[in-house]
């Protein structure tokens, strides 16, 4: 949990007492090098910790440089190089020691050493001077400086790594067809390094009708399905069907934040779309749908919670939409459900975060540039008054699958025809032109492995790690799925740890995406992926 300070006083007063996180950053991995005013010196060993600090104006991130080596100079110049999902701003006076083996007393970093740095496209550049009081010639010296980032971060814009956890919103009645997400499924998620889970659900299964503007909020609005699962004989959830010990979607959602992990509230009907309800979903519909679940969270949610809770507005929306005549169904999605929704969560849920996508593509990353819907969705946004600067907490959700018409129901395995890097960075390129400084998440994407056979998934695995997580604006992604049953083990990764289709796994992990541990029944992302 992050260190609280009311101050920036008391901050630098506990900076030398905190057990921060060691990232083991050492020169000959992280490219650290040296220079002196003259002849030369020689960095013996560097390393770097990192610890988030929460003040009254937000947070930001206490970072300690350490290191030591051998100088005929007064002034040594250390330089770092790493990458960083947090956009980092270095600058002016540290505090901190140095010591050197021609000083008596160690010296007070404040005075004799500054820093600064840059972030360039998810590569942070810091520079240390540290100036030694050298009367001795070649001598030994050591540094331990602690800095605050000038800035404040919002904590939650950093590299987040998950998966989708299918279930409930599997099947198409409210009552019927769908797998529970029970807590030993979420231990497991856990203990394989995930931060995030993505949480699909029907919206019949959320609110038995739909809502319009004098709908008053009332708990009996909501199935058992997604409340507490009780009193309902229909509900799957109060029985084990071969799954998971049941467990209802807001008990999950509860656990997995008890947990540590973010979690994102997925409104999500991959066949009926904005008809979920068996009627289009008009904009107030829409808005008030959303209402009534920002307020259930306010309600049943302990507000400590909320900073983990995203609330993604809709999967994939394509097909029938409400708009008037002349404006286009992107323009009424944008102008009529998106953004007044997100209006309509912020003011229940203050800086909630919020996921919106495109309209009519299937929010797909490789399509959404050239079809004109991302740069639409940009510019409604900013015509709305929302900025890359504005500290709106709206971020874009994207898809992308590897497989040859980028569905995940197709061909098995990526297709290098229509899923190479040439390709992908053209569209990473166009992406992060059009996002104009808004950030995006990549809530659902996977090869599809369905057989023992995954041909080409290591062009999924550079996707992610060569590509996506270079790129600062990209934030993680959720793939696609985990279920909790047996029913969808031939498409993509639909197994739970104790299914009998976990052959399907070592499909997908054995090029390297994840870690598989021999101790424990879990999979570890591997550590490229991890948030620092």
């Known amino acids: 949990m992050p260190i609280t300070c009311s101050k920036q006083i008391k901050c630098d007063s506990i900076l030398s007492s905190l057990i921060l996180d060691n990232l083991a950053i050492y020169s000959s991995v992280y490219s650290t090098s040296i220079q002196s005013d003259s002849s030369s010196s020689i960095l013996s060993w560097a390393n770097l910790n990192s610890q988030a600090i929460q003040e009254l104006e937000g947070t930001r991130r206490v970072w300690q440089f350490q290191g030591s080596g051998y100088s005929n100079s007064k002034v040594v110049t250390i330089t770092y190089s790493f990458t960083s999902k947090y956009n980092l701003f270095f600058q002016g006076q540290v505090s901190g020691t140095l010591s050197s083996s021609s000083q008596s007393t160690t010296i007070n970093a404040s005075t004799s050493a500054t820093i600064k740095g840059t972030t360039n496209r998810g590569t942070v550049f810091v ?3 540290l100036k030694i009081a050298n009367t001795a010639g070649w001598q ?3 540094y331990n400086i602690y800095k605050l980032e000038n800035e404040f971060s919002n904590p ?10 299918a279930g409930y919103d599997q099947g198409g009645s409210a009552t019927q067809g769908y797998a529970c997400i029970a807590n030993a499924q979420i231990d497991w998620l856990q203990q394989g390094q995930m931060t995030i889970l993505r949480m699909p659900i029907l919206p019949i299964r959320v609110l038995k009708s739909l809502p319009n503007n004098e709908t008053v909020y009332n708990l009996d609005l909501f199935t058992t399905a997604f409340t507490d699962g009780s009193g309902d004989s229909n509900n799957t959830c109060d029985v084990d069907n071969g799954y998971y010990p049941p467990a209802t979607y807001m008990s999950a959602v509860k ?8 979690v994102i509230i997925d409104a999500h009907d991959n066949s009926k779309h904005l008809d979920t309800y068996g009627t289009t979903m008009t904009p107030e519909n829409f808005i008030n749908w959303w209402r009534l679940v920002a307020t259930f969270i306010q309600d049943q949610v302990s507000s400590s919670y909320w900073p983990q809770i995203q609330f993604e507005l809709f999967n994939e929306p394509v097909g029938n939409i409400i708009h008037a005549e002349g404006q ?3 323009e009424a999605w944008n102008n009529d459900y998106v953004i007044p929704t997100i209006k309509e969560i912020q003011k229940i ?12 593509n299937y929010s797909g990353m490789h399509s959404w540039v050239d079809d004109g819907t991302l740069p639409a969705l940009i510019a409604s946004l900013q015509y709305a008054g929302y900025t890359s600067t504005s500290n709106n907490n709206i971020i874009i959700a994207g898809h992308q699958y590897c497989d040859t018409d980028y569905s995940g129901t197709g061909n098995n395995g990526c ?4 899923f190479n890097s040439n390709l992908w960075n053209q569209w990473i390129q166009k992406t992060d032109n059009a996002l104009d400084g808004f950030n995006w998440f990549l809530s659902e994407g996977n090869p599809k492995c369905s057989t023992s056979n995954c041909p080409n998934v290591n062009l999924w695995i550079h996707y992610l790690d060569d590509c996506l997580l270079t790129f600062p604006k990209f934030l993680g992604f959720t793939v696609w799925m985990s279920n909790t049953g047996d029913d969808f083990g031939g498409t993509n990764m639909g197994v739970g740890p104790t299914s009998a289709e976990q052959r399907q796994y070592p499909n997908y992990i054995l090029p390297g995406f994840y870690q598989p541990n021999a101790s424990k029944t879990n999979y570890q992302f591997q550590n490229q992926f991890l948030s620092k």
């Open 127 to 129: 520079t240390l001077t």
């Open 140 to 142: 030994y010296f050591s």
């Open 156 to 165: 939650t814009i950093s590299a987040l790594v998950g998966i989708n956890t």
């Open 255 to 262: 656990y997995a934040l008890s947990k540590g992990l973010s």
């Open 328 to 330: 286009t169904p992107q």
């Open 349 to 360: 849920i203050p800086h909630a975060i919020i996921l919106a996508t495109t309209f009519g």
């Open 415 to 418: 297709d290098p025809s229509a």
